[in-house]
């Protein structure tokens, strides 16, 4: 292999990860892992093609639109990156949200009277919703473990990142931390570590009750990748596997932990 290529190489796997950050809104999935982006493309001038799919012809513009604008987005940030081009293949607005997105326009820009206004609100939405799955997976998590009530609900934000934990209960503290700034705060140390989505503290008292709120939320988006899933496999054949392991639905939590809550 040549330098040229051994270069271009490693610059295409640079593409792979940050595209890897980027997440559909709805399912708080990244769009590596539900097998979105079917190819990427570096030139030697710096020059990024990313192709992708979604799971039906019909699926939301404007959550179609958001993901391959954040693609550009995240990608374009490589300092070496000259140009991005996000290609949305098999959709029913792929023309207009190819055009909007490498034109760098906005979704009400893009579509004009057709759309209902910008997207913000919508990704404001399910930022909180995400913020509520991650943190239940967590919270259910650490009182597996033993952990009591109270005593989570007095950490600050710094104290849960130095909370000790195995691997798996780690990676839960860390997806919570990205997300804990949607409500405010998340990124001040000293800040209660576990709020509601208003930002209000929770109370030890009614901590299962709250969890079984948040439970429904965590169903319902399991169910939708789930469905995604199944879609994207049923569209394209069994050859558009996601990249990673695929993620099994847990409608059900284990005995323990179901009793607990």
Known sequence: MTIMAVATDGRTAQVWARLASVIDPELDESVTELGFVTSVG??????????????????????????????RIAVAALPWVRKVTVGLGEHMYADEINRGVAAGLSFQATFGSEASGELEEVRRTFMVKAFQRRQEALLAYLLDHG??????????????????????????????????????????????????????????????????????????????????????????????????????????????AVRSI
């Open 147 to 256: 952990h009591e009530p109270a005593a989570l609900l007095r950490l600050t934000v710094a104290d849960l990142a130095a909370l000790a934990c195995d691997s798996a209960g780690r990676r839960l503290v860390e997806r919570y931390l990205e997300r804990r700034p949607v409500v405010g705060a998340g990124t001040d140390a000293d800040a209660a570590a576990f709020v509601g989505e208003d930002g209000a503290l929770l109370d030890a008292g009614q901590i299962h009750a709250y969890l079984r709120g948040l439970r429904r939320v965590g169903v319902n988006a399991e169910f939708n990748s789930a469905l995604c899933r199944g879609l994207l496999a049923t569209r394209y054949g069994a050859g558009c596997a996601p990249q990673g392991e695929v993620k099994p639905v847990h409608f059900v939590r284990s005995i323990s």
């Open 42 to 71: 570096v030139d030697a001038g710096g020059q990024v093609r990313i192709d992708f799919r979604l799971p039906t012809y019909w699926c939301a513009a404007n959550f179609a639109f958001l993901m391959a604008d954040d693609m």
